[in-house]
């Protein structure tokens, strides 16, 4: 079952924008993780924050986590077209701390 | 190897066939999982291993799904009797250790087309 639902569902923007994607979920968690995925295959991990973290920072990448109103943000600042991909959020819960549980995806365009 | 390699890449398969899906994590990582997704959706967790314990088949849909892992390394995804809804990416991902503390690698995934 999803966990997650990020929001917006797409989302298109022009080169040197900034893209903001949210993410909610259900229970309480250990962690939230973002991850991206090109063309539909292999997911790569951009970043993870901890239940007790705020913020995270990870190059151009920002993420925010509010745990009393489990969600989440990633923002992405000066957008290139290689940024281009869906966007994942995925939870790993308190009471269950073994798999990743995964929302579904923003899909993110960057015009050049 | 350098990362998480998945085989075969595609595979065609006529209804009611059985086929392999073959997983090589990362050497050293404990933890294995497989997710599939369908056209569009999001990941749906499947199974997932963690050293010597006894898997979470928690997510196979069917019995007609099954999958193990061999010496804590190879893993192999087994679906029996292969229906038109079960046409997906199937990916794999491991880890060094549980969730809770690591973020997953991923294979680029075998794309399964049931015809």
């Known amino acids: 079952s999803q966990q997650g639902e990020e929001d917006p569902q797409a989302l298109s923007i022009q080169e040197g924008e900034n893209a903001t994607m949210n993410c909610s979920y259900k229970?309480?968690?250990?962690?939230l993780q973002w991850y991206r995925q090109n063309s539909g295959r292999g997911l790569v991990h951009l970043i993870l924050i901890r239940s007790n973290e705020r913020e995270k920072h990870s190059g151009r990448l920002r993420v925010t986590l509010d745990t009393s109103k489990k969600s989440s943000s990633l923002l992405i600042t000066a957008s290139r077209a290689a940024d281009t991909a869906s966007y994942f959020c995925a939870t790993v819960r308190s009471y269950n701390t073994d798999k990743l549980i995964f929302g579904t995806g923003t899909r993110l365009q960057v015009f050049p | 190897g350098a990362g998480v390699s998945q085989s075969p890449s595609n595979k065609v398969t006529e209804k009611g066939k059985d086929v392999e899906l073959r997983c090589d994590p990362i050497?050293?990582?404990?933890?294995l999982y497989w997710y599939r997704q369908s056209l569009g959706q999001g990941l749906e967790f499947l199974i997932y291993f963690q050293g010597n314990s006894a898997p979470d088949k928690s997510g196979l849909p069917s019995d007609r799904f099954s999958a193990e892992r061999t010496g804590g390394s190879v893993s192999t995804l087994t679906i029996q009797r292969t229906q038109q809804e079960d046409s997906a990416v199937y990916l794999c991902a491991s880890s060094p250790g549980p969730g809770f503390n690591y973020g997953y690698t991923f294979g680029s995934g075998t794309r399964l087309t049931v015809v």
């Open positions: 050497s050293g990582h404990t933890a």
């Open positions: 229970t309480s968690i250990n962690n």
